[in-house]
């Protein structure tokens, strides 16, 4: 067995995107194993435990991940992961990742793939909502898949958001008010809010939105009003249901399973896509344990491990 150092071994947005890409395939073809998440949730914070198997790339594991928001207070990152790599034929343990940095490029990909087959335009204006670690993870890779010409960021704190953008090295990038970070083609929305920060009518037609943040239950980005006038992706229709953008509306019965129009795994495998440019598009991202499993074998194939005697 072996353990990768991921911060010392991470693939390009590009080549992960493409891997990412590769397994939402395999998810719409009906080909992998993955059950929903479960969560164990404490006072703080919660951590989930995400197995899958990945017949496509032979790999199957586990990821155990946490999400603590206030961690930064202490000089902890938000997010913190570990993957564990099995041999599909034996059960043997292959391999263990610091999945920290790998969660953030995997979740990145994720929204690049949609934004790459749900924006109606090839040069766009990004708005970035929230500045942490996975608002820069979707800016690398979308722009990996689009020509980004500006970068519009918003952030509860502005000092972050004129880090940000500094962070943004070869992009036009600005600090804006929230509603002109939503005058753009593609929105993503990264924040842990409970509550909607995101008004329907700051958003007009033709625009294509990644719902980023909301991953548990009770987590909400986005005017209801706004899901309405969306066509409405998923990455997994259970998870989505329980903890996506769409989880409060749904329990408040403002939106149903039944109105939303598909996964990513549809859009890739080319059964649903765009219908015309003004509609508004919005993929509800979870985050699947197939893309940490995608992403895992990256970097089992190319970068150095440290040898882990086991049994």
């Not at 999945?99 to 793939?113: K, P, S």
């Not at 934004?115 to 670690?133: E, N, T």
Request: with cysteine; charged share 25%; aromatic share 4%.
């Amino acid at each position: 067995m072996r353990y990768y150092p991921a911060k010392n071994d991470l693939p390009s947005p590009h080549r992960v995107n493409l891997a990412i890409e590769e397994a939402f395939r395999e998810y719409g073809e009906g080909r992998v194993r993955m059950p929903p998440k479960i969560y164990v949730t404490f006072e703080k914070g919660d951590f989930r435990t995400m197995p899958a198997y990945l017949p496509g790339i032979g790999i199957a594991g586990v990821k155990i991940v946490n999400v603590h928001p206030e961690n930064p207070k202490i000089g902890l990152p938000t997010v913190m992961a570990l993957t564990v790599v099995l041999d599909p034929a034996t059960g043997m343990p292959e391999a263990v990742l610091n999945a920290t940095a790998l969660t953030d490029l995997r979740t990145g990909a994720a929204g690049a793939v949609a934004a790459r087959h749900l924006s109606p335009k090839r040069r766009v204006v990004l708005g970035v909502v929230g500045s942490g670690r996975q608002a820069a993870a979707q800016v690398d890779a979308i722009a990996d898949v689009l020509e980004v010409t500006e970068v519009k960021v918003w952030s509860r704190t502005p000092a972050n958001a004129e880090a940000f953008c500094r962070r943004c090295e070869g992009l036009a990038c600005d600090t804006v008010s929230l509603e002109k970070a939503c005058d753009a083609d593609v929105i993503v929305t990264t924040t842990p809010s409970r509550t909607p920060v995101i008004m329907s009518e700051w958003v007009h037609e033709g625009t294509h939105i990644n719902a980023i943040g909301a991953d548990a239950p009770g987590k909400e980005e986005l005017d209801p009003a706004l899901l309405l006038r969306s066509r409405v992706f998923v990455d997994d229709p259970e998870q989505a249901l329980h903890s996506g953008e769409i989880n409060v509306p749904v329990s408040m019965g403002l939106f149903t399973g039944e109105m939303i129009s598909g996964t990513l795994g549809d859009i890739v495998c080319g059964r649903k896509k765009r219908e015309n440019r003004d509609e508004i598009t919005l993929f509800d991202s979870t985050g699947l344990a197939i893309q940490d499993l995608a992403i895992a074998a990256l970097v089992m194939k190319t970068g150095d491990g440290i040898d882990l005697p086991f049994p």
